[in-house]
């Protein structure tokens, strides 16, 4: 993997770096290697007349030859003041272990600029990947070639040489720096500027020469020693080596992934669990390439990977262990007389599971069929812990309520809704008129949930309504109904001789017929709430000018001027014509009853543009009693003192209106009339 990583990070070969070869043609044209040492000192001469900034001469010259040849090279390498000369070693002699160094010639050494080791160690498969910047041998040091090279060139040691673990030299492929043939410079056919600034190395490249290294692949396998050379100087320019981490440092980052691993375990599902294995397997794998690529830093990703793939199947089997023991435990507590299943799956894991499966299933029955009871309760019914919270509630509840909201209080939930007293214990009123009375149990020991509370709010709307309705009932017949009768029997018995029998007559006709027209009413109205309409498609037009017709003669008697005011192609509404033609009959005769002579009732019907038909009776009559301008619809209201009115009409005109889905609105103030607002909804037809 690192080989591949520093094939992608490696830089282009420098243009400061050129290789001049010992190459086939150079061996062709001036001869078989080793050249006399003379041959060499005029290479370098010719190089050295270009001005170069470094000469690297990657030739061992620890032997002496001809006397002569070694002198003119030593004269040349003197000459130049910038050549660099390598070294290798050999086994210590005398000793188990250790090095020696075997330097170049004294008269050759003594002359160049400084002096390098050129040892290479391949790592296990035998591939050069590391180089050794300094060998320590007891006290004394020995630098690497480049090292060498590169202490002559910026005088002070690369940033390379203090780490203290080896490092990877990015490599790149033969043949990727400048090359100029050593016969070619010999016979002066490089231009004379061609070297002239840049760091020259003079190396074998030729394949007989046995110079040839085995490297990574990403570099093409085999690389002169050279070309090697060259790539560790580069890297030493540019501090491109990758760095591998410190064990220490490398086991702690290491562990890093695991444990990020069991964090997630311990909030995760299985198959969250395998995802985040892979993504973190993902994550270390690149981050351990950006690291190498981005900041020459490496971490082994191995390590991590191996860890997690232990990690998951340990975590798995004590997964397996913990719901062993659950299942276990948890069939146990749910019915400790059940035997062991002995099938149902494979394995003893299986079993459990169908044996907690069925107990599961039966207990879901008894909660499902406890649940059901909950919410078939025809109440409102809330459940509450010891100390007072909610914990849960039926749909009755909650259609009341609005929500669920586990924790409050009863009386907090009464109040978000708006509810207030109604005057006894456990009964309050809503908004809307609704009538809630509140059963409490007492608390019940339920285990995990201490003292348990059970609320039922029942809606008593109606029978308080009909409570309601009974004490003005009993109110009407004890004394608006008693009152005429008493009144009968009294004139029965009266021997006043200032009063004719025609007049008593007449005041006992009066009496009859009011008591007979409040026991119609009192009936018409207890229809009216109970019996069904019978609907039918009504013309409003016809249906105002017949209780108009109606009123004629009672209007004319009573000196009251009645007219009707009606639009045209007013729409048809759905209704029964029975009771709203007495709905019109109760309100305009309630208006020719109190009006005096010389006022005038009117009659209005139009279209409010709406899909509704609005009526309107109005008269400039003497308005309302007082005590009836607050609720005009009250049925069995008080009597104004001597008019003989009970409220039971108006009720009755309340009623039908709401039966009909219409709204009735009243106006009225003394001495200046009231009107009467009927908007009844037109029909669909």
């Not at 009538?435 to 003292?451: K, M, N, P």
């Not at 004629?552 to 000196?559: F, P």
Request: aromatic share 4%.
């Amino acid at each position: 993997m690192l080989d591949w990583i520093s094939a992608r990070g490696v830089t282009p070969a420098s243009d400061d770096i050129v290789v001049v070869a010992i190459d086939d043609r150079s061996l062709a044209e001036i001869g078989q290697w080793p050249w006399d040492r003379s041959r060499e000192a005029q290479l370098i001469d010719r190089l050295s007349a270009t001005r170069p900034r470094l000469i690297q001469l990657d030739v061992l010259m620890a032997e002496p030859t001809a006397p002569s040849a070694d002198a003119a090279l030593a004269a040349s390498i003197g000459r130049a003041g910038n050549i660099i000369l390598p070294h290798a070693f050999t086994n210590a002699e005398g000793r188990a272990d250790g090095l020696d160094p075997v330097e170049p010639l004294p008269t050759l050494a003594g002359r160049a600029a400084a002096v390098g080791h050129v040892s290479l160690r391949p790592d296990s498969d035998g591939v050069i990947r590391h180089v050794e910047l300094e060998v320590r041998e007891g006290a004394a040091r020995y630098p690497q070639l480049q090292l060498a090279a590169y202490r002559l060139m910026n005088r002070a040691d690369p940033a390379e040489l203090h780490r203290a673990v080896p490092s990877f030299v990015p490599l790149r492929a033969a043949g990727a720096y400048r090359t100029v043939s050593a016969a070619a410079v010999l016979r002066g056919e490089v231009p004379a500027g061609f070297f002239t600034g840049r760091i020259v190395l003079i190396g074998a490249t030729a394949a007989g020469l046995g110079d040839v290294h085995p490297v990574p692949a990403s570099a093409g396998s085999l690389i002169a020693g050279i070309e090697l050379q060259a790539n560790l100087l580069q890297a030493l320019q540019e501090d491109s080596f990758i760095i591998p981490a410190a064990p220490r440092m490398a086991a702690a980052l290491s562990c890093l992934p695991v444990l990020l691993l069991f964090a997630g375990f311990l909030r995760l599902r299985p198959a969250g669990s395998l995802a985040l294995v892979m993504a973190i397997a993902v994550v270390t794998v690149a981050a351990s390439v950006a690291l190498a690529l981005l900041r020459h830093w490496w971490l082994p990703p191995g390590p991590a990977l191996l860890a997690l793939a232990l990690a998951w199947p340990l975590w798995g089997w004590r997964r397996l262990q913990g719901i062993s023991t659950y299942l276990l435990q948890r069939a146990e507590r749910l019915d400790p007389t059940a035997p062991p299943t002995r099938s149902g799956g494979f394995d003893s894991l299986a079993r459990e599971v169908s044996r907690l499966d069925s107990l599961v299933d039966h207990v879901n029955e008894r909660r499902g069929f406890l649940l059901a009871v909950l919410e078939s309760t025809p109440d409102a019914m809330c459940a509450f812990a010891a100390d007072g919270g909610l914990l849960l509630m039926n749909a009755r509840a909650r259609a009341l309520f609005g929500r669920d909201d586990p924790g409050l209080s009863l009386n907090d939930m009464l109040l978000q809704i708006g509810a207030r007293s109604a005057g006894q214990d456990d009964e309050f009123t809503l908004g809307d008129g609704r009538v809630l009375a509140i059963s409490r149990s007492t608390a019940a020991d339920s285990g995990e949930w201490g003292g348990l509370r059970i609320a039922v709010l029942a809606d008593v709307t109606e029978a308080r309504q009909a409570e309601a309705e009974r004490r003005r009932m009993l109110e009407f017949l004890s004394h608006d109904m008693r009152a005429p009768q008493v009144a009968i029997l009294g004139l029965t018995g009266l021997e006043d001789p200032a009063v004719s029998p025609e007049a008593r007559l007449h005041r006992i006709r009066g009496h009859a017929r009011r008591t007979l027209h409040l026991a119609d009413t009192f009936v018409q109205l207890a229809r009216l709430n109970d019996a069904p309409l019978a609907r039918d498609d009504i013309d409003v037009a016809m249906l105002i000018e017949e209780a108009a017709d109606r009123a004629h003669g009672t209007a004319k008697s009573a000196a009251v001027l009645l007219t009707a005011s009606i639009k045209d192609d007013l729409p048809r509404i759905s209704g029964d014509g029975q009771i709203l033609s007495r709905m019109l009959d109760n309100l305009i005769g309630n208006a020719l009853r109190y009006c005096e002579a010389g006022c005038e009732v009117v009659l209005t019907a139009e279209d409010d543009g709406q899909g509704a038909v609005v009526l309107g009776i109005a008269d400039n009559g003497p308005g309302l009693p007082p005590e009836r301008i607050s609720d005009p619809f009250q049925s069995f209201g008080s009597s104004d003192g001597g008019s003989g009115g009970v409220g039971l009409g108006l009720a009755f005109v309340a009623a039908a209106v709401k039966r009909h889905d219409g709204q009735i609105t009243c106006e009225s103030a003394p001495g200046k009339g009231t009107r009467f607002r009927i908007v009844l909804p037109a029909s669909d037809d």
